[in-house]
């Protein structure tokens, strides 16, 4: 994904602005319909089910938003913004006000014929009592409201310039109104693959559905089966044997064996996809913003991409903006491994030394267990004495991540820069998995959520990135490339999306078997 530009996205002035948004990418001429698409991924977890507002990882959101459910908009490939289950929409001057046209014809898995109800009940689901949703800040006060059986006006608390893109998430999945608990034990969406079996944790296999509106663009599996392999040597293995087609995440010690099979085709893309090394701001010793600064610079950056990513990546700056994002500030001074100004900022937090924990498991990320390892012992230089606690692989997400007070985790990133704070780092969202609150912050935020004028919308998100950068809870030790490895025979679109692992999540709906 290059860079994405907001001009022609949102034109302002007295006239409401019309997004483009016609349609699907136009797909390679030689994509052929028919076969047996064999996934092998990692990310699944036992209590994984058809629920949006519990999805964390390539598993479900490939087998759901990739496979069985759509949203209303979708990144495409390139990284265009385009329509799914809605059309075109327009918006206000000021961007507080959106409507949306629904596509016509369109019907859920089980004959429900889909209109503007499914979409406002559908979004409601996450601001509902007690939902625990990661989309939540995105239609938190948003008031929805159904202007004929096939358009939906938002009208939002502030202008948000980038609400299109929001709606694309991968939570915020469309289900049929009134059989919205059947539709999430059942899996009934109106995505291009219908719900043959399900095994949370372990497997998953759809079948085509017929006469789809994506019809000649999309969806030319006849099957799918998305096989759950959450240890990266046995992915490997799967794909070398041909127990799978396809696989994510490959494992950078073996890929020059994987290279050197002339069936197999290793892809990469470079995008905002980010190893993260969390600390909960609000629990001791972290609340210190001094320890925190310690850290920081007790971090050897380059030597975790060296050795963890082998190259596959880049630098990161402790704060979620990538380098594939329009806002990315690039002039930050870059933080780098200095020990002398580690132990000062201990001394500043009156300590000579520290003992913490720092919690990691394989699932985090290919390498976590290592680069906690590489952690320990950068940081032991300053006096920062780190305990590595090597927890379960399963149930990591739901148990460690979130609750311990320093772990290591990653972030996929967003398209824009918005989406990335909202879901990150918003006073009370779900997922601000650093407890960050800072009043300052929360004001850039609201802010740069509603300038229309790039100039000054980059600036303060310049301001966000620099005060992360010196005072968040964030590590970001690093910026991985995304990588996975396929069969020769399947074919796919000149661009390979770089939002989210396996195509975006789509690889199942976009890619092919050439013969």
Known sequence: MTNISRRGLLRTGAAAGVLAASGLPLRAQDAKRGGRLRMGLNGANTSDSWDSRTHSDIFMTSSAQGAVFDSLTQVSAEGSLVGELATDWEASSDAKTWTFNLRDGVTFHNGKPFNADDVIESLQLHVAEGSKSAAAPIVEGVE???????????????????????????????????????????????????????????????????????????????????????????????????????????????????????????????????????????????????????????????????????????????????????????????????????????????????????????????GAIDAAQLAQASLGVAGINVSVIQEPADGYW?????????????????????????????????????????????????????????????EIYRDMQKMLSEDGGYIVP??????GAASTRLGHGEAIGNLFKADNNRLAERWWFTG
């Open 144 to 366: 929805m409201k159904k202007t004929g059986d096939l358009q939906v006006q938002f009208t939002l608390p502030t202008g948000n310039a980038d609400f299109p893109f929001l709606l694309s998430d991968y939570h915020l999945l469309i289900y049929p109104a009134g059989q919205i608990e059947e539709a999430i034990a059942k899996g009934i969406g109106t995505g291009l693959y219908r719900v043959q079996s399900f095994d949370p944790g372990v497997r998953f296999v759809g079948t085509r559905v017929d006469s789809h509106y994506k019809d000649g663009e999309a969806g030319w599996f006849d099957e799918i089966e998305i096989i759950a392999i959450n240890d990266p040597s046995a992915r490997m293995n799967a794909l070398m044997t041909g127990q799978v087609d396809v696989i994510n995440d490959i494992d950078f010690k073996t890929e020059p064996l994987m290279r050197q099979n002339p069936m197999i085709e290793v892809f990469e893309v470079t995008g905002n996809h980010q190893y993260t090394m969390p600390m909960l701001t609000d629990t001791a010793p972290f609340d210190d913003v001094n320890v925190r600064r310690a850290i920081k610079y007790g971090i050897n950056r380059e030597e975790m991409v060296q050795k963890i990513l082998q190259g596959h990546g880049m630098v990161g700056n402790d704060h979620p903006i990538g380098p594939a994002n329009q806002y990315y500030a690039e002039d930050l001074e870059q933080l780098a491994f200095d020990p002398d100004q580690a132990k000062y900022h201990l001394k500043q937090a009156g300590l000579d030394s520290i003992n913490v924990e720092l919690s990691a498991a394989s699932t985090a990320f290919n």
């Open 398 to 458: 739901s148990n460690v991540w979130l609750k311990k007070p320093w772990c290591l985790s990653y972030w996929s990133g967003r398209a824009t820069e918005d989406w990335m704070f909202s879901s990150a780092l918003e006073a009370g969202a779900p997922w601000n998995d650093t407890h960050w609150d800072n009043e300052q912050f929360q004001k850039w935020l609201i802010e740069a959520r509603g300038e229309l004028d790039s100039e000054k919308r980059a």
């Open 478 to 483: 690093m910026y991985a490339n995304l990588t």
